[in-house]
């Protein structure tokens, strides 16, 4: 998740919504803001005092300690009061400080085996973009598809899904934005009924938000809550959820939820847009500027199929005993085959696929959210507070059958997404939700995997994931339409969500 740009969102939509009142108003919000900040920043060393040393829940003195820390960093998380990557540092100070745990075990946290498949993932990514070679296969699939309004609507959901698949949802997102921009002004100036015009400029923003969410569940590299869980479940059990094993089970959720997408915007905002000359000429000149496919996209590709056919065929590949391959190690390698192979540009022969310098676009606050959120965890985990809200927890069910707690799980996960980060809190949820299930004698994937799912799924606030920032920000869509829309798809999540994993996942993935 790139979180500055979801602030540079924020900004430029704030900026539009004040620029026609008058500065002294203008500078009054943005002081409210400045002191709302300061107060969120406040909150948190406030309550770590407050269980530090009042503990109102009358836990041990290391429990109080890391509870303290953990509430502490959670609420700035919430709040985003200070930046997240700085908050995941706090364990490798204060838990050390306090005597929870030394250094160097809180420092293992952030070198995590999983941590270097998303890395590995991340950089793959940026040889991906680096060559524009996911806006030719964004303009071919739409190119394809055809050039009617909801045939465009079809081949943006379909590109942005398969897309985010393999590309973190903002980055997805972010490039699909200025395509469906330019569409939208074709579409504009084809002196199209006003209101189909808005209902199409409506369902294309709203189509790229959902699709970069919902093609990111797909596979474990897609979006970062999945890493984040699958990091957990690697760090507590030594137990790999494997590459194509999630594929499996996932894929389907994803092509379901982006085929019900498409129906529901259809249905909600009817276009009526039928093929045009100018819709045609408009993709057929984006290709044209791009040229004929060059020998760095053809090499980036290739790296790409084979990174992907080798985490699909691991299982199988391992079972001749000639090699053991893992996830993160088919990662690192398809990673270090983007700064290992030439271009191949005749005017500059030395230059690779990916030089050190492109890593500046690379999301390192998020690796070491992870290890921030892992080295949190681990610290509950050894004093036993995990363990305890686990039991107190499972004490709440009453005897609940599997398929309540996964519905109830779900639907919570769903809802604070909406209004948190969604690696903060599935970084925050992992650990309690398996605590949950160990006491109730169930497998931890059970529970966790559909709050994972579900974290991804926000649709219905501009706030809910950086996706649906961004294309809030560009005015096309009102908020009463993002609720209504987001409601549903909502439900929808939840429904395939629970469903699948309920009866279909056990038979896929167990840990039992």
């Known amino acids: 998740m790139n979180h500055d740009f979801y602030h540079l969102c924020i900004e430029l939509f704030d900026f539009e919504y004040f620029i026609n009142l008058d500065e002294t108003v203008y500078l009054e919000k943005k002081q409210s803001q400045a002191a709302w900040s300061y107060f969120n920043?406040?909150?948190?060393?406030?309550?770590?005092?407050?269980?530090?040393?009042?503990?109102?829940?009358?836990?041990?003195?290391?429990?109080?300690?890391?509870?303290?820390?953990?509430?502490?960093?959670?609420?700035?998380?919430?709040?985003?009061?200070?930046?997240?990557p700085v908050v995941a540092l706090l364990p490798l100070v204060a838990f050390p400080l306090l005597g929870i745990s030394k250094f160097s075990v809180v420092a293992s946290s952030y070198s995590n085996e999983v941590i270097f498949l998303f890395m590995g993932g991340f950089m793959i990514g940026l040889g991906i973009e680096k060559w524009n070679l996911h806006k030719r296969i964004a303009l071919n699939i739409i190119q394809f598809t055809g050039t009617g309004g909801n045939k465009i609507l079809l081949g943006f959901i379909f590109s942005t899904g398969l897309i985010s698949m393999w590309l973190s949802n903002t980055a997805t997102t972010m490039m699909m934005f200025p395509i469906a921009l330019s569409v939208i002004t074709v579409v504009g100036n084809m002196n199209i009924d006003n209101k189909n015009a808005k209902n199409?400029?409506?369902?294309?923003?709203?189509?790229?938000?959902?699709?970069?969410?919902?093609?990111?569940?797909?596979?474990?590299i897609g979006t970062p809550p999945n890493i984040a869980y699958v990091s957990f479940i690697s760090n507590k059990y030594s137990f790999d959820i494997p590459?194509?094993?999630?594929?499996?089970?996932?894929?389907?959720?994803?092509?379901?939820?982006?085929?019900?997408?498409?129906?529901?915007?259809?249905?909600?905002?009817?276009?009526?847009?039928?093929?045009?000359?100018?819709?045609?000429?408009?993709?057929?000149?984006?290709?044209?500027?791009?040229?004929?496919?060059?020998?760095?996209?053809k090499r980036v590709l290739t790296i790409f199929i084979l990174t992907a056919s080798l985490w699909i065929s691991r299982e199988f590949i391992n079972r001749f005993g000639v090699v053991k391959l893992d996830d993160n190690m088919i990662a690192v390698f398809g990673a270090i085959l983007m700064f290992l192979t030439p271009s191949g540009k005749?005017?500059?022969?030395?230059?690779?696929?990916?030089?050190?310098?492109?890593?500046?676009?690379?999301?390192?606050?998020?690796?070491?959210?992870?290890?921030?959120?892992?080295?949190?965890?681990?610290?509950?985990?050894?004093?036993?507070?995990?363990?305890?809200?686990g039991n107190w927890m499972?004490?709440?069910?009453?005897?609940?059958?599997?398929?309540?707690?996964?519905?109830?799980?779900?639907?919570?996960?769903?809802?604070?997404?909406?209004?948190?980060?969604?690696?903060?809190q599935v970084?925050?949820?992992?650990?309690?939700?398996?605590?949950?299930?160990?006491?109730?004698?169930?497998?931890?994937?059970?529970?966790?995997?559909?709050?994972?799912?579900?974290?991804?799924?926000?649709?219905?606030?501009?706030?809910?994931?950086?996706?649906?920032?961004?294309?809030?920000?560009?005015?096309?869509?009102r908020l009463k339409e993002m609720l209504t829309t987001g409601f549903i798809m909502n439900l929808i999540s939840i429904i395939l969500i629970v469903l699948f994993t309920n009866y279909l996942m056990p038979f896929i993935i167990s840990m039992k």
């Open 41 to 84: 920043f406040l909150i948190g060393p406030t309550l770590f005092l407050y269980f530090l040393l009042l503990n109102p829940l009358t836990l041990a003195p290391l429990q109080c300690k890391a509870l303290a820390i953990s509430v502490m960093m959670i609420v700035w998380w919430i709040t985003e009061a200070i930046p997240m």
């Open 200 to 220: 199409f400029s409506l369902c294309i923003m709203l189509s790229i938000a959902y699709a970069s969410n919902f093609g990111g569940i797909s596979t474990i």
């Open 243 to 297: 590459f194509l094993s999630w594929m499996l089970l996932c894929t389907p959720i994803a092509i379901l939820l982006l085929a019900s997408l498409y129906f529901l915007l259809i249905t909600l905002y009817p276009n009526k847009i039928k093929s045009s000359s100018e819709m045609s000429l408009l993709v057929k000149s984006e290709l044209e500027q791009l040229g004929p496919i060059s020998i760095p996209e």
């Open 346 to 389: 005749s005017f500059h022969k030395t230059e690779r696929l990916l030089g050190w310098s492109d890593t500046t676009k690379m999301a390192w606050g998020i690796l070491l959210l992870f290890g921030g959120g892992m080295a949190m965890a681990g610290g509950l985990e050894k004093v036993g507070l995990i363990n305890s809200l």
């Open 394 to 424: 499972s004490g709440f069910t009453d005897g609940s059958s599997v398929l309540v707690l996964i519905i109830s799980i779900t639907i919570i996960s769903i809802m604070l997404s909406e209004v948190m980060s969604n690696v903060a």
């Open 427 to 477: 970084i925050v949820l992992a650990p309690v939700v398996t605590a949950m299930t160990q006491s109730l004698n169930l497998d931890p994937l059970l529970l966790g995997i559909p709050m994972t799912l579900a974290a991804s799924c926000a649709s219905m606030l501009p706030m809910g994931t950086p996706p649906n920032a961004i294309v809030f920000s560009s005015g096309h869509i």
